[in-house]
């Protein structure tokens, strides 16, 4: 068996037994896949300026990047096992039980694995193991031959396409199948959920109906920006679920999913903003949601004098704190169920999510949470303050321009320049201006008023003349106090700056 062949069955043997891990994952708990696994521990370990240069450079990409990182890192690993293999089998098979180790390790080690977790990677072993040994068989001289015809001594030709082909058919199909699997089980949930006690009217016409490319004023739930550390998609049983609020209260209480249902519900319109988003980013969305005030649920526990923070933990362990004042200062904090009139997709934290209105969502927003705990910043650090991130941060008022796109070309005449805008405190939005080269700054129109914890649409006709030009907006406050000007990167408390694009007129 030649080098070349023996890295490719190594690499084939792996591929097939991750892609049995990943199938296997995805049908008993999709973090537990043992690329998903390491991907995961990576974000984890990696440090906030490697993480926020990795946004920056790739913005959405990250995660895919990550993954095929990883998966290069594998089959370059797996090479070497096929290398091994074809001396010593044992020793082979020895690299990839080192190999499979690491996921296997990291999913016993994370916060709320059970000793299931370690089925896919062992699933992977096994299958690893077993690809690799029939293609180093298959690749070893025949025995002596029965029939004089067959002269050769060497490996048959055909049984070891046969054995190659099978065994790259089967991590392809595996593969295939795993990822169905997950996306089929990530997919909508089918549960009814009362309406509001006292339901919203249906929101104002938005600008997106006269003008094409701006931000819809209510984003689809299947276009809403998502942010999150995981890789998968959680996939909660809401019959099991609970959410408990434990730490300095009077009373531990628990809440099942139709303990919350049974409850009055309230409907808000809250615009939802990360703190990584940069200047002129997507990672901002306005939504309706339906839940239960936060505070409702904080009154049956009864909070201790102690706590000056939440500390609320999704299914998986991973934490969030939110400073318990501003949540409970009257904005309308909520524990979310329901989106846009649907239950809450899976990917925004289905069975139920934090959702608070001025506050960047990885000081507020938990999703997939099962537990709040009052306690003290002094007490216990959550994930991102671990990471040096602002414990306390407001959202930054801010205005981006959705129409024209930077490096446009546009025609000569009438076009419309617009966008949103949101200023969560001291009044609201107030104006939104346009610049252009450096310019006065003009006033543009706005769109309906949905509340100060929501964004508002904007728009400014624009007679555009040839040649090249640099477009500017801003958002002013109620108080008559336009955003700050100062270029600040995301880390550690919110991106500002003004955003300003260029665009060519012919
Ligand atoms: N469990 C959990 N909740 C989370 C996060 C997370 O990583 N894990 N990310 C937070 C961040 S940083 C933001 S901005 C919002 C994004 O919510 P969305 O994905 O529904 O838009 O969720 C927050 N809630
Ligand atoms: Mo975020």
Redesign the pocket.
Known sequence: MNRLLAALAGVLATLAGVAAGHLVAALLDPATSPVLTVGSQVIDLTPTPVKEWAISQFGDRDKPILVGSVLVGVVLLSAVAGLVARRRFAYGAGVLVLLVAVPATIALTRPAAGPSAVVPSLVALVVGVAGLGWLVRSARPTAAPSRASSASSGPSRRGLLVAFGVVAGVAAVLGGAGRWVASYRSRGVDVDLPAAADPLPPLPRGLEERFSGITPLQVPNDE???????LDVPIVDHESWTLTIDGDVEREVTFTFDDLLAMDLVEKDIT?T??SNSVGGK?V?GARWLGVPLVALLDRAGVGSRADQILST?VDG?T?STPLALATDGRDALLAVGMNGEPLPR???FPARMVIPGL???IS????VTRMTLTTYAEQDAYWTERDWATDAPIKPSSRIDTPRALADLGAGENVIGGVAWAQFDGGVGRVQVRVDGGPWQDAELGADVGNDYWRQWFLRWDATPGQHRIASRVIDGDGDPQSPARANPFPSGSSGIQELLVTVS
């Open positions: 809403f920006y998502r942010v999150d550390t995981r939802l990360c703190v990672y969305g999704d991973m969030i990917e925004h934290g960047y969502g990885f927003a938990t999703k997939w």
